[in-house]
């Protein structure tokens, strides 16, 4: 890899810190000299695979029963993370987020890959869910995201009708892991350093300036960060 530093990034577009972490090595990228030189990979991860929605509950009604807490709980955290996002710059509206599986968002960003669009679908679909309170399960909404993000219509709908890209959202799973990946967001910096969760921007600055000036890579990861923080996991959100 001549002059071109990696970065995959695990991901799932139902996790707030996600959306976070993006904007988060974004601002990173903006300070780094060489961020003309910098590739980015999106990696699915589904914090829960087998979810389904039921119709009508809140996202607050939603962890309260997970969680085995009450409602003012609930709406606590939220509003702690909407604080945290708008700090970032993101406009958190989860009193309108539909609750949804995430897999055919995940089949839809594979499709991006494709077509080096996936960035542009993670910023739709994350914005869709957080901020607009739309169902990123609907196959409207997703054709919507799909054509506004640059894909064709065709491919988009081929989607559809069969499980194109399923095996892949399931392989970025068991690679994560195999990694030792149990929460996300989750950045590996050309398979030599790691960071968990949505770090100071700082963080992920050194990180870059780090893997750029040793410019060796190795196969072991050393990870730059208390793992659980700001990260969600099968578990929730921490």
């Not at 959306?19 to 990228?29: P, T, V, W």
């Not at 991860?45 to 009508?56: I, R, V």
């Not at 989607?159 to 890209?165: A, C, E």
């Not at 994560?176 to 950045?187: M, R, S, W, Y």
Request: proline residues 3%; charged residues 30%; contains cysteine.
């Amino acid at each position: 890899m001549e002059n071109q530093l990696k970065i995959q990034i695990w991901s799932d577009v139902m996790c707030p810190f996600c959306y976070i972490g993006k904007r988060k090595i974004e601002e990173a990228l903006t300070q780094f000299e060489n961020k003309d030189s910098v590739e980015i990979e999106w990696k699915s991860f589904e914090l829960d695979p087998s979810f389904k929605a039921t119709p009508n509950e809140s996202i607050a009604d939603h962890l309260a029963e997970k969680y085995g807490r009450d409602r003012d709980w609930a709406e606590s955290m939220l509003e702690n993370t909407t604080q945290t996002a708008k700090s970032n710059g993101l406009d958190f509206h989860f009193e309108k987020s539909i609750l949804a599986n995430s897999l055919n968002a995940h089949r839809l960003i594979h499709l991006g890959k494709k077509h080096n669009l996936a960035n542009e679908l993670e910023e739709l679909l994350f914005k869709a869910y957080f901020t607009e309170g739309k169902n990123v399960n609907d196959w409207n909404t997703l054709q919507e995201i799909g054509q506004n993000a640059g894909l064709p219509i065709d491919e988009i709908k081929q989607l559809i009708d069969n499980d194109i890209y399923t095996k892949e959202v399931r392989r970025d799973q068991q690679e994560a892991q195999k990694l030792g990946i149990t929460g996300v967001p989750f950045f590996v910096f050309d398979n030599k350093y790691a960071i968990s969760g949505a770090q100071p921007t700082d963080t992920f600055l050194k990180t870059l300036e780090k893997t750029w000036a040793e410019g060796n890579f190795e196969t072991k990861l050393k990870l730059q960060n208390t793992p659980d923080e700001n990260s969600c996991g099968i578990d929730g959100c921490e």
